[in-house]
């Protein structure tokens, strides 16, 4: 299983060259990637837009949205920004793509979230097609589209992921809630008559040593407030020390996981160093 390194661009209060600072040591450790979240209502750095500014200053890891809010964008616009990207780094962009759980996000987008299951399906569709037909790709580009990852945890989710995907992307949580959905997942592919099975995809929050934990547990209070109680067991699951990150680890390789990308809950500079020695 490969381990990636989530950017503090969605940590409030992260100063823009932690990112570039973050994503070019990532490079030069063992990371297989670079990861963003997405919130448009929030304090934080568009996906996009951060992931450009990785790959100015890298040349080997993959860029990866874990997820992007599809429904919150125009497709064509989304379409062209990704293949752009994905064309600047040398076909190395993993776009994961999800509708969303905060209404605060699409209170202050065009569309207002009404059907947006629908809405990611209709747009996964026109992706492809506009990237089929090269109409959004740079001459340049070393492939004809990135690599389309697809999260979410319904039945609708798990289909929309085995028709128009390459693989999944799942939440958060446990091992045990990772393998529960990869099951569903390989299920769905399967149901398709895909061949093989979907890349499969995790993710977890890290913020090491005991001060940086305390602050990292605000801040997944903070973030997952909208969920009420169950924001309290999501800042139980932080990862604080390198034992948890060991465990954690291994817990989503056993589970079949292909790619687990780590993501801060703080900003500090030592937390790429710290989580480079606690990744097994």
């Known amino acids: ?29 063992p990371f297989a990637s670079v990861g963003v979240i997405d ?11 951060a992931l450009s500014a990785a790959a100015a200053v890298t040349t080997r890891v993959q860029l990866v949205t874990c997820i992007l809010i599809a429904p919150l964008r125009e497709v064509a616009s989304l379409a062209k920004q990704a293949s752009s990207l994905d064309a600047l780094s040398c076909g190395r962009l993993v776009l994961g793509l999800a509708i969303g759980a905060r209404g605060d996000d ?7 979230g009404r059907h947006r299951g629908d809405r990611l399906t209709r747009q996964l569709g026109e ?9 959004m790709t740079p001459s340049g580009a070393v492939r004809a589209a990135p690599t389309v990852l697809v999260g979410g945890g319904t039945g609708s989710a798990f289909a929309r992921m085995a028709r ?3 693989g999944y992307v799942h939440g958060g949580g446990p091992p045990r809630a990772f393998a529960r959905s ?14 093989g099975r979907p890349a499969l995809w995790g993710q977890g929050y890290f913020a090491l040593g005991d001060r940086a934990a305390e602050r990292g547990r605000s801040y997944l209070l903070d973030y997952y407030a ?33 790619h687990l990308v780590l993501l801060p809950a703080v900003p500090d500079d ?9 990744v097994p």
């Open 39 to 49: 919130r448009l209502a929030y304090d934080t750095y568009d996906p996009l837009v």
């Open 270 to 278: 030592d937390q790429v160093d710290r989580l480079a020695e606690a």
């Open 1 to 29: 299983m490969k381990v990636g390194l989530g950017l503090p661009a969605g940590v409030p209060g992260s100063p823009p060259g932690a990112l570039v600072d973050w994503a070019r040591r990532a490079d030069d450790g």
């Open 127 to 135: 992706l492809h097609q506009l990237w089929d037909a090269k109409t």
């Open 106 to 112: 699409y209170e202050h987008s065009e569309f207002r």
């Open 164 to 166: 128009l995907a390459d």
């Open 226 to 258: 909208f969920t009420g109680s169950f924001a309290t067991r999501i800042a139980d699951g932080l990862l604080r020390t390198p034992l948890d990150v060991r465990e954690f680890v291994g817990g989503y390789a056993d589970a079949g996981c292909d």
């Open 182 to 195: 990869a099951v569903q997942a390989a299920a769905a592919w399967s149901d398709l008559g895909r061949p």
